[in-house]
């Protein structure tokens, strides 16, 4: 069995996918054998600029703009039968691993954080908002897999990439109606901050979310929200927080108005030090907390700001 990577250029977090695949790759598969790195890029340019990547051979899966129809495309053709395939953790990953597995007939695990290659390839995930670790038996290849939020980084071996090949992914399908293109944060913006202001249910509004956020950055931190105030669009779905989104481990960690349902909780468990700010004593976050503040946040929040505006 050989392994493959794909690797999305289009994300502004490449280089960290660059660095879990190659945790993962020192971890698990260094008595597998080699196969490409598929970048998914506008153009060859864009893949040597990385300086750096997993697999010595690279391919390069060029678009003007990416199309998962169009990447599905070019990889069903290029697909070994028994073959790995591992794609990175963002949403790009978890959808094309899913439906390439799905397209080939093979086999599909998303969010992995661990493997073994035996007689039957099997690889663990976290399961049950993270309070299980379920092991899973992937019995028909292709085995396509994209990786856990979170895993360990290392930084590949710095040098010139070199494209092997370019195959020009097919214009996209008919039933693309328009296509807009909106700039995103960096991948490091929340995943990184080393100070975090969590925004739950109880902020009630979006205004109320405006002013955590300006309170995040005067502390130097970041915004980050529970699924309720992102479902509200109170903030973008970039900053959920729990086992769909984020799972971070800042040094400080203030959830203002979190009820702290054990999804959420599961991507703050990980804090230095937890502050839960909330009008119910009893919230499950609080008994989680190493500080617990029953109040409304809006004065505590302020107070905290003016501190840091001093």
């Known amino acids: 069995m050989r392994y493959h990577c794909i690797i999305d250029a289009y994300s502004e977090d490449v280089i960290q996918q660059?660095?879990?695949l190659g945790a993962f790759k020192e971890a698990f598969l260094s008595v597998a054998e080699e196969g490409e790195s598929y970048v998914m890029c506008r153009n060859r340019a864009d893949v040597e600029k990385l300086g750096r990547c997993v697999c010595e051979s690279v391919v390069a899966l060029t678009a003007e703009e990416y199309s998962p129809e169009a990447v599905l495309a070019v990889l069903e053709k290029e697909i070994v039968q028994e073959d790995l395939y591992i794609f990175g953790s963002g949403f790009a990953g978890t959808e094309l691993s899913v439906r390439l597995a799905a397209r080939a007939k093979g086999s599909?695990?998303?969010a992995v954080h661990s493997l073994k290659l035996a007689e039957t390839l099997t690889v663990k995930k976290m399961v049950y908002a993270n309070h299980m670790e379920g092991t899973f038996s992937m019995k028909k290849g292709p085995y396509c897999?994209?990786?856990a939020k979170g895993l360990d980084r290392q930084e590949p071996e710095e040098g010139i990439c070199h494209v092997s090949k370019e195959i020009p992914c097919p214009a996209s399908s008919g039933f693309v109606v328009s296509r807009k293109t909106t700039a995103n944060e960096a991948g490091g913006g929340l995943r990184e901050a080393k100070v975090v202001i969590a925004a739950g249910r109880g902020i009630k509004n979006k205004e109320r979310a405006?002013?955590?956020q300006e309170t995040?950055?005067?502390l130097g931190g970041e915004l980050g929200v529970s699924r309720p105030a992102a479902m509200n669009a109170w903030?973008?779905?970039?900053r959920l927080i729990g086992v769909s989104g984020a799972m971070l481990q800042p040094d400080?960690?203030?959830t203002a108005g979190v009820s702290g349902a054990a999804a959420f909780f599961a991507g703050i468990e990980k804090s230095k030090f937890i502050v839960a700010i909330n009008t119910d004593g009893q919230a499950p976050v609080m008994k989680k907390a190493d500080v617990a503040v029953v109040d409304d946040f809006e004065p505590v929040l302020k107070a905290l700001r003016e501190l840091a505006e001093k």
């Open 235 to 238: 903030a973008p779905m970039n």
């Open 145 to 147: 897999i994209s990786l």
């Open 210 to 212: 405006d002013f955590v």
């Open 252 to 254: 400080i960690c203030i």
């Open 108 to 110: 599909s695990v998303a």
């Open 216 to 218: 995040a950055e005067a």
């Open 18 to 20: 660059l660095e879990e």
